[in-house]
């Protein structure tokens, strides 16, 4: 049982756009920024997303990521089948002093 | 660019220990704190071990608290983990992470760039 709460799953068809929640609580995404990962497979973690909206160098601004109270949410647009991985939320946990991940959603584009 | 280089997997009974280790290149390493972040085979991400960029604080998971040891030299650009009585559950990919921001001692740290893994599996 993961801290942070997201849909396994999420799939959406090429040229969609497509929406991630995360779910949270005030220890940790209601008082911290929300960071998003994406995970090809069998590849590590890439940060996606850095503080709730940031775009790292080289991430295409088809990914864009916002935040609201104790949610987040990581939107997709313009879909390609390369974007297809599983993508996690991540926070600083003031209670657990240390940061949280989501369970992580796969994308299937179909 | 940045690279972190995981070492020191591989198959270890229950009860015993082993130490994986991380070399960082490509930055400079005292300036960023570090993390440990673990995969079982399947699963999701879980946030094992992180030590600040100095090595003043070190915070853990519940679920190894105790039992795991994070360290860095900072001579070496090398980032430690040590892994004491280790159970079946402990299976799983173990990244090594370089926080995204420099001087980060604790409280909103998080990994930026990650390595490629090492496979730690515990069975008898």
């Known amino acids: 049982q993961s801290v942070l709460t997201q849909p396994p799953s999420a799939s959406g068809t090429s040229g969609q756009r497509v929406a991630i929640s995360c779910s949270g609580s005030?220890?940790?995404?209601?008082?911290?920024?929300v960071h998003w990962y994406q995970q090809l497979p069998g590849t590590a973690p890439k940060l996606l997303i850095y503080?709730?909206?940031q775009r790292p160098a080289g991430v295409p601004d088809r990914f864009s990521g916002s935040k609201s109270g104790t949610s987040a949410s990581l939107a997709i647009s313009g879909l390609r089948s390369e974007d297809e991985a599983d993508y996690y939320c991540?926070?600083?946990?003031?209670?657990?002093?240390?940061?949280?991940f989501g369970g992580g959603t796969r994308l299937t584009v179909l | 660019q940045v690279q972190l280089v995981e070492s020191g997997g591989g198959v270890v009974q229950p009860g015993r220990s082993l130490r994986l280790s991380c070399a960082a290149s490509?930055?400079?390493?005292?300036?960023?704190?570090m993390h440990w972040v673990r995969q079982a085979p399947g699963k999701g991400l879980e946030w094992v071990a992180l030590?600040?960029?100095?090595?003043?604080?070190?915070f853990y998971a519940d679920s190894v608290r105790g039992r795991f040891t994070i360290s860095r030299d900072s001579s070496k650009n090398t980032l430690y983990l040590l892994l004491n009585s280790l159970r079946a559950e402990d299976t799983a990919f173990y990244y090594c992470?370089?926080?995204?921001?420099?001087?980060?001692?604790?409280?909103?740290?998080?990994?930026?760039?990650w390595g490629q893994g090492t496979l730690v599996t515990v069975s008898s």
């Open positions: 992470a370089r926080d995204h921001d420099r001087f980060c001692s604790g409280g909103n740290c998080y990994p930026g760039y």
């Open positions: 490509g930055f400079t390493f005292s300036n960023y704190a």
């Open positions: 030590i600040a960029y100095d090595g003043s604080n070190k």
């Open positions: 005030s220890s940790n995404i209601g008082n911290n920024n």
């Open positions: 503080k709730n909206i």
């Open positions: 991540a926070s600083w946990d003031d209670s657990l002093t240390g940061p949280v």
